[in-house]
Nanobody, 120 residues
Framework: VQLQASGGGLVQPGGSLRLSCLVT????????IGWFRQAPAKEREGVSC????????YYADSVKGRFTISRDNAKNTMYLQMNSLKPEDTAVYFC??????????????WGQGTLVTVSS
């Protein structure tokens, strides 16, 4: 099982980025899969998740209405569309998955992270 995150970069406040997470070793819709982030000197936090049971999506309050999680089964890839970015969104973003349908619980497999910097 491998996850490879990409798509990070430098963007101005109010801008957009789309992160991708390419999955190998399992199909992207077989397990719950999500995005986490860790800002400098802060703990890692959950950003968004999509369950495998019914495709339900979950978002942290801080990103609701601005971020959208999705997956493309044909490409075995998960995405995070990030709009209206704020400086406080600056962090390393990780994709991760867990062996079960629900977003709740421990995540066992992690990608390497991609840096998002929101700054003017």
């Amino acid at each position: 099982v491998q996850l490879q995150a990409s798509g990070g970069g430098l963007v101005q406040p109010g801008g957009s980025l789309r992160l991708s997470c390419l999955v190998t070793g399992f199909t992207v819709d077989s397990y719950a899969i999500g995005w986490f982030r860790q800002a400098p000197a802060k703990e890692r936090e959950g950003v968004s998740c999509i369950s495998s049971s019914d495709g339900s999506t979950y978002y942290a309050d801080s990103v609701k209405g601005r971020f959208t999680i999705s997956r493309d089964n044909a490409k075995n890839t998960m995405y995070l569309q990030m709009n209206s970015l704020k400086p406080e969104d600056t962090a390393v973003y990780f994709c991760a998955t867990r062996p079960g349908p629900s977003c709740a619980g421990r995540y066992d497999y992690w990608g390497q992270g991609t840096l998002v910097t929101v700054s003017s």
